[in-house]
């Protein structure tokens, strides 16, 4: 999971931003949006606060899980699309990240918080409600994590606990990855779904790459890219 704001204005965002960091007190939210830099933040390590770092790609970055190796990607293919591959320390499989395309958010606590869980799996429960209220027509899923074929390769293969789907198909991916100081969830929200565009980038056969498609048109749907995801999250956030 990373994002895309192609729908969103600059001032808009910026605006949004600064009125939710200025009442800090109330909301209790810093909430921050770059325009690139994913391949430096996404790996980083969380600060222990409340923060909203939402991020605006101008490249296409494909965003490898955790325990991903090197050798899962084409890298040919990769530098042909001039497509950025980078790495987060969170979750298993990866991500495809286009501007229009997606939306990446990462959402941090501290451990002192009210919505902090010690259970990993039920940790993502309330942020799954969060962008299921945003989305119309969105469920979050409490049951236990459901894998495919696929979903060691690709993240919205599978579904995990706090995931959100829209008649049955994943629309939003979380991972999490937790350390003393805080807890980080990345959210990957899907605008566009088109699997064919990540298979191209992995190192698979043809044939491997045409089932691919094939099998994966259906498991997850794109939201379009007129949704307000950004402004509901953080008005959402806001309330918790």
Do not use: N
């Not at 229009?100 to 002192?112: E, H, L």
């Not at 074929?149 to 937790?178: H, I, M, N, Y």
């Not at 899907?190 to 191209?200: A, G, K, Q, S, V």
Request: aromatic share 8%; proline share 5%.
């Amino acid at each position: 999971m990373v994002g895309v704001l192609g729908f969103w204005s600059w001032s808009t965002v910026a605006s949004r931003a600064v009125a939710v960091t200025c009442g800090a007190v109330a909301t209790g939210w810093r909430v921050e949006v770059l325009r690139d830099g994913i391949g430096e933040r996404v790996g980083a390590r969380p600060v222990g606060e409340r923060s909203v770092v939402v991020y605006k790609v101008a490249r296409p970055v494909l965003v490898l899980g955790s325990s991903q190796r090197d050798d899962a990607v084409d890298w040919p293919r990769a530098e042909k699309r001039g497509v950025d591959v980078v790495r987060r320390r969170s979750g298993g499989s990866a991500v495809l990240v286009e501007p229009g395309a997606a939306v990446w958010v990462d959402v941090t606590i501290p451990p002192d918080d009210p919505l902090w869980d010690h259970d990993v799996g039920r940790a993502f429960h309330w942020l799954g409600a969060v962008w299921a209220e945003v989305i119309s027509g969105a469920e979050w899923y409490d049951g236990p994590m459901r894998k495919t074929l696929w979903s060691d390769r690709v993240c919205f293969a599978g579904l995990g606990p706090g995931e959100v789907t829209v008649g049955g198909r994943k629309v939003v991916g979380l991972s999490q990855r937790r350390i003393r100081e805080a807890v980080l969830f990345q959210c990957c929200a899907t605008l566009r779904w088109e699997p064919e565009r990540l298979l191209d980038l992995l190192a698979l056969s043809e044939g491997e790459r045409a089932r691919g498609a094939a099998e994966l048109a259906g498991v997850a749907t794109g939201l379009g890219p007129d949704m307000d995801l950004v402004g509901g999250l953080v008005d959402a956030l806001a309330t918790r």
